[in-house]
């Protein structure tokens, strides 16, 4: 039974590594679950419980208090540099300390360096014993920490046991994906405030069952302690990490002076913004071990590691008030002012709220002090308030009415809509910038200013209303004159043959998105047949489900709809639909686009692999073929190494569309 039993346990734990570290499974979530519901079974069988066993994840009974724990080496903490300067400076030091040795005779080769991301989470340090994961600790002082072996097992990126059976202390960080705490706080009852508060709460939290809810992750970059091995450098450790089952970045730079430090530096705080993680900052280390060793370390620090700081994606501020904003399709979303507060080199003064619920799950009231966080050059979003009384707080009231028309408000789900869709300002006014756009009927210098300007003036009350604009009328409103007037109408004109996936989506159908109107669009061919499509027609479409589906029926039966595209159509619009394909290099092939690219915009080059026989999607998965990578490529670049996908660059790329 013990011989089958460890079979079982040792297979789940390969597939959980496929799955959870690699990305890339073997099995399917059926197989994987049928294995461990035989696990479940013989455990409780036979009363026997292997040290590595996947069901130790799960979490057991809390703890009545954490036990201290004493490191086997000092885990010592990183100096910090605020500055390129003051990392030139740490350059010279090292420099000068290297030299010195040298003058003294000791052979010590070129200095060499690697760069990492700084990740923001919690210290972890994990103890193995002939194989076996059997202590978890914090950092704590450096020497001693609080051990939280039965919290560390919940990880599923932290393997219980590994092939070296030397005694071993493995240093890493413990962390919450960003996209994991999206999800969790989609349905908590109270939201966490940040990643990084939610990984070192669930660690140190005494139940490990609260622990395993959050699902987090972790990655090692350090062997503190090994015994009976040495390791020549970095990229040495880390293989023997890799080779071990832990997760280890493949992120990690190379470079041999400063001026690779600084590119690498400004590499990987430029792509900061598309991690699914959070990083606040980068190590810069030497990478030769002997020269490590010879350099030693201060009381604090080693000399041979400094950790350049970025500037703060995550501020406190105090919320003044909360304004509601009116969309195209009614819906009210509500809009935060803040005391102004510099955040990543911006002023904020206004952050995102979801809906009201969110602002009662946050626990939200005006002027309490509030977490903003901000990132990829977005408007940022509070994230939770601090936990303090303010005693001049107030209440956020919900709205009755609607902000713009005073109309009655109506609520559907978790958000407010106004309903008054013919005679409400905002929405209208929304309606025709939308429809305008550059993805839509791309109508060149048509701004939300002019669409305002149209509904006070000339009382426009939809879209297809602007088909009916005259020069006379255009040379009425204020600043028209008969250049902008004649510019306008061309535009107009020109307009009226759009591309059918264009025009589906400028009619602003809810959840029809561009790729799934190019999506309708290449299947229907025409707006008559894709008015005309059927439940079962639109939904044998990839990635359109029921509630995209029943989206595009509702719209084509409500009047509304069914006005507006009757009207467009009358007044000469007519959308052509040519699937233009210049050749047949990519078909086939699943293609990624990510970072900046120099030729293309994102949408161009997506435009290019359709026109090439190939699929353009967002997303990198095992399925994925190439990855078009342009300058501050992030976590797409990363999860395609990973995967071990095959990556471009531009030059490369046009070299297989056009095979020369």
Request: proline share 3%.
């Amino acid at each position: 039974m013990n011989e089958y039993m460890r079979e079982l346990v040792d297979k789940l734990n390969r597939y959980a590594h496929e799955y959870y570290d690699l990305d890339s499974p073997s099995v399917s979530d059926k197989e994987y679950d049928v294995l461990y519901d035989e696990l479940v079974k013989l455990e409780k069988s036979s009363g026997v419980i292997l040290p590595d066993s996947p069901t130790h994840r799960v979490g057991g009974r809390p703890l009545e208090r954490f036990e201290p724990h004493t490191h086997i080496n000092r885990l010592l903490s990183m100096d910090k540099a605020q500055s390129l300067d003051e990392i030139a400076e740490w350059y010279n030091r090292a420099e000068k300390l290297r030299a010195d040795g040298l003058a003294s005779g000791i052979k010590l080769p070129p200095l060499s360096f690697v760069v990492e991301h700084k990740f923001d989470g919690l210290t972890l340090c994990l103890t193995y014993r002939d194989g076996i994961l059997v202590q978890a600790a914090t950092r704590g002082n450096g020497v001693t920490g609080e051990g939280i072996l039965a919290q560390a097992k919940t990880v599923r990126s932290i393997p219980l046991s590994i092939p070296f059976k030397g005694l071993i202390e493995v240093h890493g960080e413990c962390y919450m994906r960003l996209s994991v705490l999206e999800k969790y706080n989609r349905t908590a009852d109270e939201p966490l405030k940040n990643a990084r508060n939610a990984a070192a709460g669930a660690l140190r939290n005494l139940d490990p069952q609260i622990t395993a809810s959050r699902h987090l992750d972790a990655i090692f970059y350090d062997v503190n302690y090994i015994e009976g091995e040495r390791f020549a450098n970095q990229s040495e450790m880390l293989s023997f990490l890799k080779d071990n089952g832990f997760c280890v970045s493949d992120t990690e730079l190379y470079c041999e002076d400063l001026k690779g430090i600084r590119s690498a530096i400004n590499s990987i705080e430029e792509a900061r913004g598309g991690l699914d993680y959070l990083i606040d900052g980068a190590v810069v280390k030497i990478s030769d071990f002997e020269t490590r060793s010879y350099m030693g370390a201060t009381e604090k620090f080693p000399r041979w590691a400094v950790a350049y700081k970025f500037e703060a994606e995550e501020v406190t501020t105090k919320l003044k008030k909360v304004t509601w904003e009116v969309g195209r399709t009614g819906k009210l979303t509500p809009l935060a002012h803040v005391e102004p507060v510099d955040l990543a080199g911006a002023t904020i003064q206004r952050a995102t709220l979801n809906n009201y619920g969110d602002i009662l799950r946050k626990r939200l009231k005006l002027n309490s002090r509030v977490w903003l966080r901000r990132s990829n050059e977005v408007i940022p979003e509070i994230t939770g308030r601090v936990d303090e009384f303010y005693p001049d707080e107030a209440e956020i009231e919900k709205p009755t009415v609607c902000p713009c028309c005073g109309h009655s408000l109506e609520e559907k789900g978790a958000f407010l809509y106004c309903p008054n869709t013919r005679h409400c300002l905002d929405q209208i006014v929304m309606r025709l910038s939308h429809f305008a756009s550059r993805d839509a009927m791309d109508i060149e210098a048509f701004s939300e200013k002019t669409a305002r300007q149209f509904c006070e003036e000339l009382g426009l009350g939809d879209c297809d209303e602007l088909y009916d604009l005259t020069f006379e009328r255009l040379l009425s409103l204020d600043r028209f004159g008969e250049k902008k007037a004649n510019k306008l109408l061309e535009e107009l004109e020109k307009s009226k043959h759009i591309r059918l996936d264009r025009f589906i989506y400028a009619l602003g159908i809810p959840n029809v998105g561009t790729k799934t109107a190019r999506d309708l669009a290449e299947t229907f061919g025409s707006v008559e047949k894709f008015r005309a499509a059927s439940p079962l027609e639109l939904t044998s479409i990839g990635d359109i489900g029921e509630v995209v589906a029943y989206s595009i029926l509702d719209y084509f039966a409500s009047e509304e709809g069914k006005r507006l595209t009757d009207g467009l159509l009358s007044k000469g619009v007519t959308p052509v639909w040519e699937n233009n394909k210049l050749g047949s290099s990519l078909s086939g092939m699943t293609v990624v686009v990510t970072g900046t690219l120099t030729d293309y915009s994102r949408q161009e080059a997506e435009e290019t692999i359709r026109q090439f026989g190939g699929k353009a999607v967002s997303s990198v998965s095992s399925k994925t073929d190439l990855v078009l990578a342009g300058e501050n490529a992030g976590s797409k670049l990363e999860k395609a190494r990973k995967l071990g996908i095959r990556i471009i660059d531009e030059t490369e790329f046009k070299k297989i569309l056009y095979k020369t």
